[in-house]
Structures are given as C-alpha cells and as structure tokens.
C-alpha cells in the first residue's frame, strides 16, 4: 500500500477532515499504530526520553534518529512517515543541514524531516526543498531550546511574542514548509495562525483549531503515570497494564504456576 503523502495531508487539511499523527519509535508500534488507522508517525527526538531515559532531547544523535526510522518504516505501510534532525545537525552551516537532512531520508526511509525554529532556518528550509526534501517546521513550546527557555513553558503568551510567532509561521511557509508543528502555545493564538497559513498545522498542547493533532504515543498510551501535563490525554493505563502482567508472570514463574502442562512440549 502507498504511504500518505504531502498532497494528502495538505487536501484533507484543506478538506477540513483532520490530520492525526503520533511518534513512534520501532516496528512493533508501528504495526498497531498503522492498524489503529493514525495518518502520520513522526519518528520524534522525544526518544531520547522516552526510550533512553534522558531529562531532555538534545543528546540524541542522527545515527539513532536514523535507526528508530528504519524499525518504523519496516514495521508499517501506510502512515506518512516524518523524521526529527536532532540538535546540533541542522543548526551549523546550511550544506551540513541539506546533507544531514538527506542522510536521514534515505537511511532512515522517512518522506520528510521536521526540524525545530523559526525565520532563521528559512535558508536552510528553501535548500532542502529545492533539494527534494520535504520540511516540516515546528514553533512554539520547541524541545530543542529548552534551556534557552529556562524550562518546558508556553510560548506566545504576550502580544509581542504572538506576533513573532506569526511571522515565523509566515516565514517557514513561504522557504516552503509543507506543515507545522505548533507546540505548547495559547490555542487562540494556534487558531490565527493556522488560518493564516494555507499549509496545514498539527498541534500539540496547542488547542483545538489545528488542522491536525500529534502526541507522543508513550504519554497517550499512559506507559508513565508521573507524567500528566494539562494538555495530555491518556487514552489508556498502559503503565498498570504493563506492571500488572509482568508481576502475575514473576509471581507464577515462583509459584510454579507457569509453565503449565500446556505450555510444555
Ligand atoms: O520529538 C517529538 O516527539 C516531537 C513532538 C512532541 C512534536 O517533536
């Protein structure tokens, strides 16, 4: 089966049927996650802390970016598939960035890339796109620049900020972004900015007014109870679930229980 493609994210946006999108990280997520009917996974750079364990995302290297994409793409047929360039990958010298952006294309078997900031990145942006490779941006609440940030805050809250953002999502639409990712800012000012932009916007923390929502499929899935920020929703209690199973195997495993005559040859 064809992956969805750019030009179908951007029809259903214009459709007003919206865009879902979650990250995944390997093949076996991505299996239930393709059959669960989701139409994008982004491959995020949140695996350096979901998977490895890190406070935050910027240790995480292109070489892991590029190994957590091919289990993905390997483990589903359908969903639009999108890569994170990690900190430090795309930020230097804009050859650097064209280059590192294609090695994770064609390595990592992802559509697009997505990478973090604003106006700033548009040279960068424009090369990419004359190069054939599909960006999307992402402003806001930006992981990558959490310490410039001094902490995990909503952006965009004052006029002049809001603004600025504004002119951001401009300027990465017109270096030729194909969709944007809006993170952990006011929902109306999501809202004017997703219909100022003809590209779509996919949000998170963002509102309702996105033409598409993405959340890490770790925090929807409740695979961390001490995680719960106001924007999320766990749709399930995979951390019970999880513990639950593991500890009834420990206890029959002591107890004798298991392996039973049927599963013994
Ligand atoms: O890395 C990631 O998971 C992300 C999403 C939170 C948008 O960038």
Known sequence: MKRISTRQLRKWAGDGRKITMVT???ATFARLVDAAGVDAILIGDSLGMVIQGHAHTLPVTLDEVIYHCRAVARGCARPHLVGDLPFGTYQGNVDEAVMNAARLMKEGGVQAVKLEGGAHCAPMIERMTRAGIPVMGHLGLTPQSVHQFGGYRI?????DAAERLLADARALQDAGCYALVL???????????????AIPTIGIGAGPHCDGQVLVLYDLLGLDGRFAPKFLKKYADLERVVTDAVRAYGEEVKSGAFPAAEHSH
């Open 24 to 26: 995944c990280y390997d």
């Open 155 to 159: 952006q965009g809250k004052t006029v």
């Open 183 to 197: 993170e952990g800012i006011p929902a109306a000012l999501a809202e004017r900015v997703s219909a100022a932009l």
